[in-house]
T-cell receptor, first 109, second 118 residues
Framework: GQNIDQPTEMTATEGAIVQINCTYQ??????LFWYQQHAGEAPTFLSY??LDGLEEKGRFSSFLSRSKGYSYLLLKELQMKDSASYLC??????????WGAGTKLIIKP | GAVVSQHPSWVICKSGTSVKIECRSL??????MFWYRQFPKQSLMLMAT?????????EQGVEKDKFLINHASLTLSTLTVTSAHPEDSSFYIC??????????????FGEGSRLTVL
């Protein structure tokens, strides 16, 4: 079966750095997405990785290792507004998007 | 970026009635739109893929006669929850791929519609 694993919940301190991991087992791979979803709102796009390595975009960076079936989202200089759920999603060989359950990130002052 | 608008944001209805949710791509044409359902503290669940001018493709376990999808134009897809029951209460979200990005493009989501069936 297809499976995406990410921690259910994480807590971090304002101003700090947090890394949210995502591992996947899918039938084929055509890219990995990270989305941010605030409570009661729709997801918004953060990043897309299809090649191995680190993609940096401001305070957010996303890393991919296809051989390990592993990705992480790195958030630096955490702000209170970063409190949200972070969804990892993988496009499989049929270009179907498989979603993880999301990681709820709690930022404390 | 591309804008997808969803309406209504909130809807409360009585059990047995039908509810229609609209999803519009405001500044681009979307030949394909996706409908998701999300229960509290759970991930997005794809319900169906809506294709302009043709029948929607439903995911396994989703009743096509209960969740009617119409994609009559390149900018509008509608989801109608027929004979709604309390267990249909959920957050319904539509999305469309950014134009020109093919199968690997990012998705743009509507604001979501929270349905509560009494």
């Amino acid at each position: 079966g297809q499976n995406i694993d990410q921690p259910t919940e994480m807590t971090a301190t304002e101003g700090a750095i947090v890394q949210i991991n995502c591992t996947y087992q899918t039938s084929g791979f055509n890219g990995l997405f990270w989305y941010q979803q605030h409570a009661g709102e729709a997801p918004t796009f953060l990043s897309y990785n299809v090649l191995d390595g680190l993609e940096e975009k401001g305070r957010f960076s996303s890393f991919l290792s296809r051989s390990k079936g592993y990705s992480y989202l790195l958030l630096k200089e955490l702000q209170m507004k970063d409190s949200a759920s972070y969804l990892c999603a993988v496009t499989d060989s049929n270009y179907q998007l498989i979603w993880g359950a999301g990681t709820k990130l709690i930022i404390k002052p | 970026g591309a804008v997808v608008s969803q309406h209504p944001s909130w809807v409360i209805c009585k059990s047995g009635t039908s509810v229609k949710i609209e999803c519009r791509s405001l500044d681009f044409q979307a030949t394909t739109m996706f409908w998701y359902r999300q229960f509290p503290k759970q991930s997005l669940m794809l319900m169906a893929t809506s294709n302009e001018g043709s029948k929607a493709t439903y995911e396994q376990g989703v009743e096509k006669d209960k969740f009617l999808i119409n994609h009559a134009s390149l900018t509008l897809s509608t989801l109608t929850v027929t004979s709604a029951h309390p267990e249909d209460s959920s957050f319904y979200i539509c999305s469309a791929k950014a134009p020109g990005t093919g199968d690997t493009g990012e998705l743009f989501f509507g604001e979501g519609s929270r349905l509560t069936v009494l």
